[in-house]
C-alpha cells in the first residue's frame, strides 16, 4: 500500500508529496495546508481493492 502521493497545489500549482494513511479506512477526507504557500486544501483519498491510492485535492470553502 502506498504511503505518499504527489498532488498538484489547486491554489499555486506547485506539485507537492503528501503522506497519506492506508490504516485510516478505504475513503478518507481532510484539510491540509500545501506546504509551498501555506494555503488549505480538502484532501479526498481512496483506496482500490489492491490498496492502490486515488488522491484528489481542491480548494476548501
Partial sequence: ????AEVECPHCGETV???VDPGGG????Y????PVCCR?????????VDGAAE???DETH
Avoid: F
Fill in 40 to 48: 488549505p486544501w480538502r484532501v479526498r483519498v481512496g483506496y482500490d
Fill in 26 to 29: 478505504t475513503t478518507q477526507e
Fill in 31 to 34: 484539510v491540509e495546508d500545501c
Fill in 1 to 4: 500500500m502506498e504511503s505518499e
Fill in 55 to 57: 488522491v484528489w485535492v
Fill in 17 to 19: 508529496s503528501i503522506s
